[in-house]
């Protein structure tokens, strides 16, 4: 069945970067070609994880499609998506093991770097699959750490046109993330899986960032805090550690990691993709996963934000 779930995961990729050639996307210039010369990345991507997935038997190696609760909005998704036509077993075994990374940021917008922060984990063998929780920041009731983004929803849309629904359920999208702050995403995303992660032997949540975010003013201080309240909210077998993806310019982040009461994994740059650069410069929408293309049609056409 996991092998018949990538197939059809990876006909999903192929359908988004197919859009690529249309004629209607002739606006986007030289970036038309250079969009749809990824694909061969996506194919090793899979790759990778269905050679990951095969043989997947070890005793008490919890499913990885496993049922894992991302919402308590059954009409979250589009009824075509495959967040809600994928079927995933609902009951996992009763002593099992899990691993699930988490990805979350302003995401204005989603772009390949996210995406692939996510994807790496998994076909690394780090985790079983990845969880993309964009922040509220300017959205109601939400953030005001920076009210300039763009509104939440429209985020949220980037994020599952951006590849995350194509590559559901390696990676899964979460609103859990929609009001206040991290602790309250946590929270949310914790309480809706109890049932699931008290009656499972261990489990292990990844918390993925970039590099640069670890050279914040206050970022160990914030982190240690927060993170320590998190922890505090899982079962006592569970653990909570960091994955750092360097980025250009932040590579010295050991530094950083060291300060942190959690155990810390430093992995190589995946992409230089950034949002504010793809906000700046329409060139930089060739960061883009195809599907995202069209919601920065006006952006790339005339100069707007999207906010």
């Known amino acids: 069945m996991e092998a018949q779930k990538i197939r059809a995961l990876e006909d999903a990729v192929i359908r988004s970067f197919s859009l690529i050639e249309r004629e209607e996307y002739s606006f986007l210039g030289p970036m038309q070609e250079t969009i ?22 070890p ?29 995933l077993h609902e009951k996992p075994p009763a002593s ?3 691993s699930f990374a988490v990805v979350h940021g302003s995401f204005d917008p989603f772009h390949l770097g996210h995406l692939l922060m996510g994807l790496d984990a998994v076909a690394d063998g780090t985790c079983d699959f990845s969880v993309i929780i964009p922040n509220a920041d300017r959205s109601a009731g939400g953030s005001t750490v920076k009210p300039e983004k763009s509104a939440h929803g429209w985020r949220m849309r980037t994020a599952f046109e951006g590849g995350v629904d194509d590559f559901f359920p390696v990676t899964r999208l979460s609103p859990f993330g929609s009001v206040d702050g991290t602790y ?7 309480g809706a899986n109890r049932p699931l992660l008290d009656r499972l032997d261990e489990v292990t949540i990844v918390v993925i960032i970039g590099s640069d975010i670890a050279f914040r003013e206050g970022f160990t201080a914030w982190t240690n805090d927060t993170y320590g309240k998190i922890r505090k909210l899982l079962p006592s077998r569970a653990d909570l550690r960091f994955r750092i993806v360097a980025r250009e310019g932040f590579t010295d982040c050991e530094r950083y990691a060291n300060t942190l009461d959690f155990p810390v994994t430093i992995v190589p740059e995946i992409s230089c993709a950034s949002s504010s650069a793809i906000r700046k410069d329409p060139v930089s929408a060739v960061w883009l996963y195809p599907r995202a293309v069209p919601l920065l049609e006006s952006f790339l056409l005339y100069g707007h934000s999207g906010s």
């Open 36 to 57: 749809a010369s990824r694909l061969p990345l996506f194919h090793t991507i899979a790759e990778r994880i269905k050679r990951r997935m095969q043989g997947w038997e």
């Open 59 to 87: 005793e008490g190696k919890i499913d990885p499609w496993a049922g894992f609760v991302t919402t308590d909005d059954p009409h979250a998704f589009p009824a075509t998506s495959r967040h809600r036509t994928v079927q």
């Open 96 to 98: 099992a093991r899990l």
């Open 184 to 190: 309250s995403a946590y929270e949310r995303l914790i």
